[in-house]
Nanobody, 126 residues
Framework: QVQLVESGGGLVQAGGSLRLSCAAS????????MGWFRQAPGKEREFVAA????????DYADSVKGRFTISRDNAKKTVYLQMNSLKPEDTAVYYC???????????????????WGQGTQVTVSS
């Protein structure tokens, strides 16, 4: 029902910023809860941030609170992850995910998402 393509990754120095984008295809983007996950080498994929259909609710992993901001533009069918004050430990492949699961809460678990992009590499140098 939806295809997701991430972009905006790259190499940045510690303390710098990057803005990731996730472009969605399909006609029902506005009905999806969207999330960002990341996976570093040798580690499991972990939750980063999520945003509700209406943008009225967001949630973040403790490790990125105050530094990352998730947003969406339903007219452009795009979700963003603004990453500031980047640290070397933020280095990972970042994945965009989508789910139509209806709930009062924003899902944090991989199994709760139905659609995934291919990922974009973010590398933060010391």
């Amino acid at each position: 029902q939806v295809q997701l393509v991430e972009s905006g990754g790259g190499l940045v120095q510690a303390g710098g910023s990057l803005r990731l984008s996730c472009a969605a295809s399909g006609r029902t983007f506005s009905t999806y809860t969207m999330g960002w996950f990341r996976q570093a080498p040798g580690k499991e994929r972990e939750f980063v941030a999520a945003i509700s259909r209406s943008s009225g609710n967001t949630d973040y992993a403790d490790s990125v609170k105050g530094r990352f901001t998730i947003s969406r533009d339903n007219a452009k069918k795009t979700v963003y992850l603004q990453m500031n004050s980047l640290k070397p430990e933020d280095t990972a492949v970042y994945y965009c995910a989508a789910t139509q699961t209806s709930s009062w809460y924003l899902p944090h678990h991989l199994s709760e998402y139905d659609y995934w992009g291919q990922g974009t590499q973010v590398t933060v140098s010391s």
